[in-house]
């Protein structure tokens, strides 16, 4: 299954020129991954990471590297890549988890939870931003994150998990969400 994961992180697209990558996408991203879930808060320390385990990697993955990526070449990496295409990729994952294709079997995950976290410290003062709210889908029974959607800054929650159920062909299964949801008029229809 890690290899399917990479192959899926592969797939992202590279906003790098095509001369000079000495570092593949896939690999970098994976490893970022399991660095910040093994604790890496910072570039340096996903550097770190990489080179506490590189010979660990290389054999579980096949990367071939004979040193570890520069902390700025992780950065860089990191940093050029668009979020709505990373998403895309983690939603292909979720559904390929759930046993399904993006937007899958209804049966699969009968349980959706939905709800809105305010970024903290997102806020920008000086430009007149306000602090980023997201909305996140949890498969409950599979203990699955299906995805993630910014809510828009002149709106709220409600119909931004509309849209959410809907992006993620949701429909029919059972929700669970906050109090707001609980309103008179809250199916759309003619």
């Known amino acids: 299954m ?42 340096r320390k996903i550097h770190r990471f990489i080179e506490a385990h590189l010979e660990r990697l290389n054999e579980a993955f096949g990367f071939g590297w004979k040193t570890a990526p520069a902390y700025s070449a992780i950065r860089t990496i990191l940093r050029g890549l668009d979020p709505g295409d990373v998403e895309r990729v983690f939603r292909a994952h979720a559904a390929m988890l759930s046993g399904g294709e993006a937007g899958g079997d209804i049966e699969a995950m ?18 007149d931003r306000k602090a980023a709210h997201v909305l996140s889908a949890f498969a409950a029974d599979d203990a699955l994150i299906l995805g993630h959607l910014e809510v828009d800054e002149k709106s709220n929650e409600i119909p931004a998990a509309q849209k959410m159920i ?4 949701l429909e029919g299964r059972l929700f669970t969400l906050d109090a707001m949801h609980c309103q008179k008029n809250f199916c759309r229809g003619p």
């Open 166 to 169: 809907e992006a993620l062909g």
């Open 110 to 127: 009968p349980a959706v939870a939905i709800d809105g976290k305010t970024l903290r410290h997102s806020f920008d003062a000086f430009n």
């Open 2 to 43: 890690s290899l399917e994961f990479l192959n899926l992180l592969s797939q992202i697209p590279d906003p790098r020129r095509a001369q000079g990558k000495k570092w593949k996408l896939g690999p970098i991203v994976l490893s970022t991954i399991l660095a910040v879930l093994s604790g890496a808060s910072s570039y």
